[in-house]
Nanobody, 122 residues
């Protein structure tokens, strides 16, 4: 499975961005997809996850109420709508996939996209 993330950029605090991740190659009928982020000098952290059906989502407390994950099953993509962005959201954002239920630890994911930079200026 190949994952391609895109949509990052530079935005002012309070603004919004939408990231997308397209999956291609080997497909599977169940599993979950997630977004992680990694700021300079910090460990990769969980942002949010969505079930393969798109019906169940789970978010880190730091983004709950501001970020929304959605999934287009027909296009095999997952998106991350990020609203009310703050400087502390600045990081490289990665999409990830696994063939099992949602997980919040990066080591539990089998497939990763290349990452897209999000920079929020104050």
């Amino acid at each position: 499975v190949q994952l391609q993330a895109y949509g990052g950029g530079l935005v002012q605090a309070g603004g919004y961005l939408r990231l997308s991740c397209a999956a291609s190659g080997r497909t599977f009928s169940s599993g979950s997809m997630s977004w992680f982020r990694q700021a300079p000098g910090k460990e990769r952290e969980f942002v949010g996850a969505i079930s393969w059906s798109g019906k169940i989502t789970y978010y880190a407390d730091s983004v709950k109420g501001r970020f929304t994950i959605s999934r287009d099953t027909a296009k095999n993509t997952v998106s991350l709508q990020m609203n009310r962005l703050a400087p502390e959201d600045t990081a490289v954002y990665y999409c990830a996939a696994r063939t099992s239920i949602m997980a919040i630890t990066s080591t539990q994911y089998d497939y990763w996209g290349q990452g897209t930079q999000v920079t929020v200026s104050s």
